[in-house]
Structure formats: structure tokens, C-alpha cells
């Protein structure tokens, strides 16, 4: 390849990884401008204090707990004396009508029991009747006393003197000592007559009430900058409980203020751009063909991106413990469809990126990459699902042992472990399982193929393949040969066999349109001998297109497309082409009409594909199957693949170019080994 396509490939990846860099850091940086910010402490009452001893870092006051603070403002409801309102003309319109009573009574033996009874009413009257709701409201108060006023004056009252209309009637006939003066004045009618004259005053009584209660105070004293709150490990009373929440309320207060959110959202800028450079650099230096792809670069940023922002969206809206959080999630996610270095690389960052939500950070940051190592190291081929299970137990068992470890080495006694924690846990291992689905929604959004997906499409009795078998025979068994080389010799160079061998079932499934004009399934007569060379081409040519359009057919994954596409890359249909330069000596054929689309193979296992898919061919050919014609054979082939710059695009080095030919040739030899003769039986 020219210094120039190398150059300006460079400059595109540069570009590319600029591009996804601003949106990741972009996406990540909105959160804390959104989102107020919170100390994001994990303790629980009565349990021991699980972080690093807590030193006050600044000055603040410390509030009553909700509970405590409505018990005093319940209080003070209570004792509060409730304002009335005094009817004169209520009181003075039923005082008459009690005159009145007495006087149209049968009988009244004296004055003196008429004037006892108008003094003892007005007495009732003078002390107050309310209704039977305001005199249950009355009872139910702590307060002594109630407030009475008319006009401009007011008088307090002991509220044992009130009455409803029922007590006052009561208190009314109790006072008379004398039984048949009671009778008397029982017949005169007086309970229907009686009726409230004080009215409960809410509007009044509301009024002072408020004014009382914003009295209150929240606090009940203060901390100072660089005060020790609690140590590690000590037991978090209901004191030290209600001092932390209100640290974490007094910086969220100060989390809205335009200086605290400018030096955020500057340090969290500083920290993003080098965590997502490192990143990149790595990439670009180590992992070339991850930033070449754009699917795959996508998904790399995409992954920290979404998972630092479903972080800080639960952390900000949930009290849940932070290691319900399946974290490992993401690197199972990557290490299905990338390699484990830049799986853990990217789980790196992620982790980085999400403790600066958590506190303590480092306890954080060492459970999370260990557990993140044990998911990707155990996570190395998904091909079944039980392997998932498998990975589940061991990150829920590396959880649990960490966290029991670290709790051991900083607590006095293995009986102060918060063993609420274990809990989470067990919520993140079940949480984890949904990977399964997931991997299914990366492979359709992306396009990509995991392992799982790859086994299924291997499966010869899949709707294409059986097509393919039942069209064109010859074809189907030459796919099946290719497969085993390209799987052969992808093992033997450390690519993944399980691509090599699902693209080669699928690589010539084109030819099904048109089987007859492919040696493999012609029966004596060639179709080809009664066209021209260019019409020839045009239709060995065209497997490559109309195998593209059956994989969009039966959507097959990209990576599938991409052997289709790539088996020929931009190679020469050489024997139509040189057939048309033996036949027009005179003139120059244009090499246009014979060059297979491409592009050239971008994977190592689509150079072995084109290999093997070669080699396979021309084996077809060899009159002898020994060593050294095989081994001829290969070498011519693929050697001249070399010298067309086939795999330039490819990374693939010489060396596993070399010992991928070493394999095909020992593979030749024993799928082409010849049989012994049977003797036959002597009659």
C-alpha cells in the first residue's frame, strides 16, 4: 500500500476516533450539569461504617431527623389553645328563649329557682357552648386552655368549662339540687332551645399556628470543618446517622451554586478528556482495526458512555445499595465481541468514570476491576449459554469474597460485617443473566455475530444451507471442505475458527442462482463454452453480489456479509481473463470487466477464507495427491496471492501466513490420502 492511502487512513482515523471521543465525553459530562450532586455514602443504621474515617470537610449544621422534627411540630399542634368566636347575638337570642321557656312552664314555685336557673345558663353561655365536632376537637387538645374573643376583646378559658349544647343541658339540670324542682324545669322544653354560641376560628388559629411552627428550628447544632465524625467501623448510631445526611443534604445544597457546578463540571472535563484519550491512544497504537471499524468503535465509546449515565441516574434517584449495579455486564458484553485487552481496557475506563459517583472510591474501584477480570477472563468463548451461568457464579462469588476480605482487614471482629451487602449481590448476579438478551440487542443494533449466533448459522440443517445442498451439491461440498482448512488454520494463528468456518459454509452461496456454470456442479457440458469470456466473467463474477443479497434475504449477520465480500477481494477471474488475452493477442483486454468488487479481506479470517477457498479449488486439479505436489500446489497459490497485495488490508503477518500454509498442506494431504486396495477372496 502507498505512503499516501496510509496517510490519509491515519488521518481518518484520527478523525473517527475525534468524533466518538466529543460525543462520549459529551454525553458523560451532561450528567453532573443535570443532576444534583450527591456524597453517595453507603451505611445503614445500626450497622457498621463501611468507608474510611469521616473528617468534616466543611462546616455545617446538623439537622433533626423528619420524625423528630414532626413530633415537635405534633406538639406544638397540640398545645397550641385553638381560637373561638363569641356570638352575642346567638348568646342573647337563646338567653331569651330560656326566659321565655321558663315562664310558659306549668308550674314555677318560687322566683328564686327561676332566677337560679337564668344565672346558672348565662353562666354556661358566658363560659361558652360550641358544637359537638369543636368540643371533640377541644378534648382531643393538650392544651388547657382555649382562646375566646368578640370584636376587639378576648379572654382565655379553661376548656373543661366549655360545653356542647348536650353537657351544657346537663350541667344545667345537675345544678338544681332539688328533685321535683328538676322535673319542673325538665318539662319547660330547655334542651331543644340551647344551641352554640363560639364558633371554631380556623383561619385564626392556622395563622398563629404557622407563625409557631416556622419558629422551629431544623438544627440542633453544628459540625466544623476538619472535625472527626465517625471511624471506620464504628456502629452508626441514630446521632452519627442523622450528622451524615446532613452533610450529604448540605452538598447537595451547595451543588446548585454556579461556582461549586463550574469547578465540577471543569475537574470532571479535565478527568473525562484524559481517561477517554488514554483509551483512544491505546486503540490507536494497540488496536487498529477496532478504530478502523466504526461499528466496533461505536460500541466500545457507547458502552462507558450508557453505563456512566444509567450510574448516576440510579445513585441520584434511588437509597439502593451500588453493587445491585451489574457493572460486569458491559465487560461481558465486550469481551464477547472484542478481544480481552481491549474489553478490560474499556471496563477500565467505565469504572474510572463511575467512581467518581461512589464513596469510598477505592474499595469501588478494586471489587469492581477484579470482578470485571474474572467475568472477561471466564467469559473467553460464549458458544453455549450455560457458559453464562458458569460466569455469573464466579463474578457473584468474587463479589462476596472481596467484599468479606476487605470488611475483615479494616473491622475489629467478622461479626460486624454488614451482611446486607451480600443481599446486592445476589440481586447483581440475577441481573447479570439478562447479558443473554442483550448480546442478542448489541448483535442487531451493531450488526455484529457473537459466538452463540455463529454456532446456530454452523448448523448445516440451517434453511440456506440445506438450499444450497439440495441446488447445488458440488458447491455445498466445497464449502464444507474450505470450512475445515479455514478452521484449521485460523486455530493455528490464533483467529477465531468458529468465524472462518461459518463464513466459508456461507462464502460461495450465491452460486446457487446459477449452480451450472461452477465446475464443482457441472455433469460433462460446459455452459461456458458457448459465451465469450466477458459474459463468462460477468457471471462467476456475480456470485459474489447475489450471495450479498441472499444474506440480506435471510439476514445474516455483517460479519458473514463481510466473507461473501471479501473471499475474492479485488482479485482476477484469471481463466476468462487470460483465455481473452490468448484470444485478442492483437489488442489490450482490460482488466476491469474480470476484477471481483471486493474489498480485499479485513480480517484475519477472511484472508485465511480466501486461502483455503484457493487451495481448495486448484486441489480439485492434481492428478497426484502426493507430498510434493501438494505442497507445490499451495505454495503457488498462495504465494501468488502474496505478490497481488491480497492481504495487505489484512492483519495477518508473514509468519502466520507461513504457518497457515504448513497447516493446509498436512490438511491436503490427509483429506486427499489414498485408499488401500481390498484384496478379493481366491475361489
Request: aromatic letters at 10%; charged letters at 20%.
Amino acid at each position: 500500500m502507498s505512503k499516501s492511502k496510509n496517510r490519509k487512513r491515519r488521518v481518518k482515523d484520527v478523525i473517527k476516533l475525534c468524533i466518538f471521543s466529543c460525543i462520549s465525553i459529551t454525553a458523560a459530562l451532561a450528567l453532573p450539569y443535570f443532576f444534583e450532586q450527591k456524597t453517595n455514602f453507603i451505611y445503614t443504621l445500626g450497622a457498621p461504617w463501611a468507608h474510611e474515617t469521616l473528617i468534616a470537610p466543611i462546616s455545617f449544621s446538623i439537622e433533626k431527623s423528619p420524625k423528630k422534627y414532626e413530633q415537635e411540630i405534633d406538639s406544638i399542634k397540640q398545645s397550641i389553645a385553638p381560637y373561638f368566636v363569641r356570638n352575642i347575638e346567638t348568646e342573647n337570642r337563646i338567653e331569651h328563649a330560656v326566659e321565655q321557656a321558663l315562664k310558659n312552664g306549668l308550674f314555677i314555685p318560687s322566683d328564686s329557682l327561676f332566677d337560679a336557673v337564668i344565672f346558672n345558663f348565662n353562666q354556661l353561655c358566658k363560659n361558652g357552648i360550641c358544637s359537638e365536632t369543636d368540643f371533640e376537637q377541644i378534648n382531643s387538645l393538650s392544651s388547657q386552655y382555649i382562646k375566646i374573643y368578640y370584636g376587639n376583646q378576648g379572654q382565655q378559658m379553661d376548656k373543661k368549662k366549655i360545653h356542647d349544647p348536650i353537657s351544657a343541658y346537663n350541667a344545667l339540670i345537675s345544678g338544681i339540687l332539688l328533685p321535683e324542682d328538676r322535673q319542673i324545669i325538665q318539662l319547660c322544653n330547655i334542651d331543644k332551645i340551647i344551641e352554640p354560641n363560639i364558633s371554631y376560628d380556623r383561619e385564626r388559629t392556622e395563622l398563629e399556628l404557622n407563625e409557631i411552627t416556622n419558629s422551629v428550628s431544623r438544627y440542633k447544632g453544628q459540625v466544623v470543618e476538619g472535625q472527626k465524625i465517625i471511624d471506620y467501623g464504628s456502629i452508626v448510631d441514630e446521632e452519627t446517622f442523622q450528622i451524615v445526611k446532613s452533610l450529604e443534604n448540605k452538598v447537595g445544597e451547595m451543588s446548585f451554586s454556579k461556582e461549586f457546578r463550574r469547578s465540577t463540571l471543569i475537574g470532571q472535563i479535565i478527568f473525562s478528556i484524559v481517561l477517554f484519550a488514554l483509551l483512544g491512544l491505546f486503540l490507536f497504537i494497540y488496536r487498529p482495526t477496532i478504530i478502523r471499524n466504526q461499528h466496533k468503535i461505536f460500541l466500545t465509546y457507547a458502552a462507558v458512555t450508557f453505563s456512566q449515565i444509567i450510574t448516576g441516574v440510579f445513585t441520584l434517584s434511588s437509597e439502593w445499595d451500588i453493587y445491585i449495579l451489574p457493572f460486569t455486564m458491559s465487560a461481558i458484553v465486550l469481551r464477547i465481541f472484542m478481544d480481552s485487552r481491549s474489553a478490560f481496557m474499556t471496563y477500565l475506563t467505565q469504572i474510572l468514570l463511575s467512581a467518581l459517583l461512589f464513596c469510598p472510591q477505592a474499595e469501588f474501584i478494586i471489587i469492581q476491576l477484579i470482578t470485571g477480570l474474572v467475568a472477561i477472563y471466564s467469559m473467553h468463548d460464549l458458544t453455549q449459554r450455560s457458559q453464562l451461568f458458569k460466569t455469573t457464579l464466579l463474578v457473584l462469588l468474587t463479589y462476596c469474597i472481596l467484599h468479606f476480605s476487605i470488611q475483615l482487614i479494616h473491622l475489629e471482629s467478622w461479626k460486624s460485617i454488614n451482611y446486607m451487602t451480600f443481599i446486592s449481590f445476589g440481586i447483581n448476579a440475577v441481573l447479570l443473566l439478562f447479558t443473554y438478551p442483550l448480546v442478542f440487542i448489541v448483535e442487531k443494533v451493531f450488526g455484529f455475530a457473537s459466538n452463540v449466533t455463529l454456532v446456530e448459522l454452523s448448523n448445516i440443517n440451517h434453511q440456506l444451507l440445506r438450499e444450497l445442498s439440495e441446488t447445488a451439491p458440488g458447491t455445498f461440498q466445497h464449502c464444507m471442505q474450505v470450512s475445515v482448512l479455514a478452521a484449521e488454520g485460523a486455530n493455528a494463528v490464533g483467529a477465531n475458527a468458529l468465524f472462518a468456518r461459518t463464513g466459508a459454509l456461507y462464502h460461495d452461496i450465491g452460486k446457487m442462482n446459477s449452480p451450472i456454470y461452477f465446475t464443482e456442479n457441472q455433469k460433462g457440458q460446459n455452459p461456458h463454452d458457448m459465451i465469450n469470456n466477458e459474459e463468462s466473467a460477468k457471471i462467476i463474477i456475480s456470485h459474489v453480489t447475489q450471495g450479498l443479497e441472499l444474506a440480506d434475504k435471510y439476514k445474516l449477520p455483517q460479519v458473514i456479509k463481510d466473507c461473501i465480500a471479501q473471499h475474492h477481494g479485488k482479485g482476477l477471474v484469471k481463466y476468462f481473463y487470460l483465455s481473452a488475452v490468448n484470444s485478442n493477442p492483437e489488442k489490450e483486454v482490460s482488466k476491469e470487466p474480470f476484477t471481483y468488487p471486493g474489498p480485499a479481506p479485513q480480517y484475519k479470517e477472511t484472508a485465511i477464507l480466501m486461502m483455503a477457498d484457493a487451495i481448495e479449488a486448484a486441489s480439485r486439479s492434481l492428478k497426484s495427491f502426493d507430498e510434493k505436489s501438494i505442497s507445490e500446489l499451495v505454495d503457488r497459490i498462495i504465494n501468488g496471492q502474496v505478490a497481488d497485495h491480497m492481504f495487505d488490508e489484512a492483519p495477518i503477518t508473514m509468519r502466520e501466513i507461513n504457518t497457515v500454509k504448513q497447516v493446509f498442506k498436512e490438511k491436503l494431504k490427509s483429506m486427499h490420502h489414498t485408499r488401500i486396495i481390498y484384496p478379493e477372496e481366491k475361489k
